[in-house]
């Protein structure tokens, strides 16, 4: 009975990344975002790979996202929809140790993260 108890617990997934390790309980939604210590060099790169396989619409002119319009910002949300796109899986938010996964929702105003 006591392993039937065990097993009802919430699983816990240990994603790891280059030097941090974040624990999330199974299931709990997750963001990619870019790193605040990334250059501009990468982040760009980031956008366009990003954009490069999923619609990045979002970030025109006029979109809920597109301010504020800064490298950081455009980045996130990017990076964002190619993780989500991919299916949540913590390689598709590395971007050469250049993002990070979170828990908490990074949407801000209108600009609702998927």
């Known amino acids: 009975m006591a ?4 097993l009802t617990l919430p699983l816990l997934l240990l994603l790891s990344f280059t030097s941090e390790t974040l624990l999330l309980v199974h299931g709990q939604k997750t963001w990619c975002v870019a ?4 250059d501009q060099a990468t982040l ?5 790979y990003a954009c490069s396989q999923v619609d ?3 970030l025109q002119k006029g979109c809920p996202c597109s301010l504020p319009d800064s490298l ?3 980045a996130s949300i990017a990076m964002n929809l190619y ?7 913590h390689w598709n938010c590395d971007f050469r140790n250049s993002a ?3 828990v908490t929702d990074p949407s801000y105003g209108n ?3 998927a």
């Open 100 to 102: 990070l996964v979170v």
């Open 72 to 74: 950081i910002n455009h």
């Open 44 to 48: 760009l790169a980031n956008i366009n």
């Open 83 to 89: 993780y989500q796109s991919k299916g949540r899986n």
């Open 35 to 38: 790193k605040p210590s990334s």
């Open 111 to 113: 600009c609702i993260y």
């Open 3 to 6: 392993n039937k108890a065990a």
């Open 56 to 58: 990045c619409r979002i």
